[in-house]
Nanobody, 120 residues
Framework: QVHLVESGGGLVQAGGSLRLSCVVS????????MGWYRRAPGKQRELVAD???????RYADSVKGRFTISRDNAKNTVYLQMNSLKPEDTAVYYC??????????????WGQGTLVTVAS
C-alpha cells in the first residue's frame, strides 16, 4: 500500500502565502509524476501543477507565476509554494502520485486533501 499525507493548508489573507507538503510512504520503487489538484466549492477538480521525476513542471494558467511545485525524491515529498494567494484559490488541495511502481504493479495514489481558504 501507498499512503499520501498532505499538510500546510489553512486560512490566509489575500496576498499571503502558504506552502503545502505531501509525503508518500509505503512499499514502492519509484514515483513517476507527482502533482497537486484542487476542487473549489461547486467546481470540478482541476490540475494545479505537476512535476515529473526528472523535474519537468507544468502549471494551470491561473497559477502561473504565483505557485511553484518542487519535489525531493530522497524524501518522497512534493511541495507547492503558493504566493500572492487570491480568494479564488480557495479549495481543497489534493496531492497525487501518478504511476507509483510497487511490487504489485503500478498504481495511482491520492491524498485525503487539505483545505486552503483565502480571505478577501
Amino acid at each position: 500500500q501507498v499512503h499520501l499525507v498532505e499538510s500546510g493548508g489553512g486560512l490566509v489573507q489575500a496576498g499571503g502565502s502558504l506552502r503545502l507538503s505531501c509525503v508518500v510512504s509505503g512499499r514502492f520503487f519509484s514515483i513517476n509524476t507527482m502533482g497537486w489538484y484542487r476542487r473549489a466549492p461547486g467546481k470540478q477538480r482541476e490540475l494545479v501543477a505537476d512535476i515529473t521525476g526528472g523535474g519537468s513542471t507544468r502549471y494551470a494558467d491561473s497559477v502561473k507565476g504565483r505557485f511553484t511545485i518542487s519535489r525531493d525524491n530522497a524524501k518522497n515529498t512534493v511541495y507547492l509554494q503558493m504566493n500572492s494567494l487570491k480568494p479564488e484559490d480557495t479549495a481543497v488541495y489534493y496531492c497525487n502520485a501518478g504511476r507509483v511502481f510497487t511490487p504489485a504493479g503500478a498504481l495511482d495514489a491520492w491524498g485525503q486533501g487539505t483545505l486552503v481558504t483565502v480571505a478577501s
